[in-house]
């Protein structure tokens, strides 16, 4: 399975991005997708994560009720919106894709990762 990640930018607090995260391979869609993120000189931190049934999800803290995850599996696509972006959310944004539930430590497949700035 191969993810290529995309949808970042430069956007000013307040504003919205949409990523995507697109899974090729056979048994791409049997797997949860998720996304995390790494901030400069910070670990990299998971943010949202769903089933391939999408019939569950789950957040971060930091973004529970700013971020939705959702996923088309005829189109094996993920995506993360991201609404009222603020300053600490900057960092790069890395898809991935794993049994469920979606964990860190099992992560079998990193997309390369998009770059999104807030900025004041």
């Known amino acids: 399975v191969q993810l290529q990640a995309s949808g970042g930018g430069l956007v000013q607090a307040g504003a919205s991005l949409r990523l995507s995260c697109v899974a090729s391979?056979?048994?791409?869609?049997?797997?949860?997708m998720g996304w995390f993120r790494q901030a400069p000189g910070k670990d990299r931190e998971f943010v949202a994560a769903?089933?391939?049934?999408?019939?569950?999800?789950y957040y971060a803290d930091s973004v529970k009720g700013r971020f939705s995850i959702s996923r088309d599996n005829a189109k094996n696509t993920a995506y993360l919106q991201m609404n009222s972006l603020k300053l600490e959310d900057t960092a790069v944004y890395y898809c991935?894709?794993?049994?469920?539930?979606?964990?860190?430590?099992?992560?079998?497949?990193w997309g390369q990762g998009t770059q999104v700035t807030v900025s004041s």
């Open positions: 391979g056979r048994t791409a869609s049997s797997y949860a």
């Open positions: 769903i089933n391939w049934r999408v019939t569950q999800n």
């Open positions: 991935a894709a794993a049994p469920w539930p979606l964990r860190a430590t099992h992560i079998r497949y």
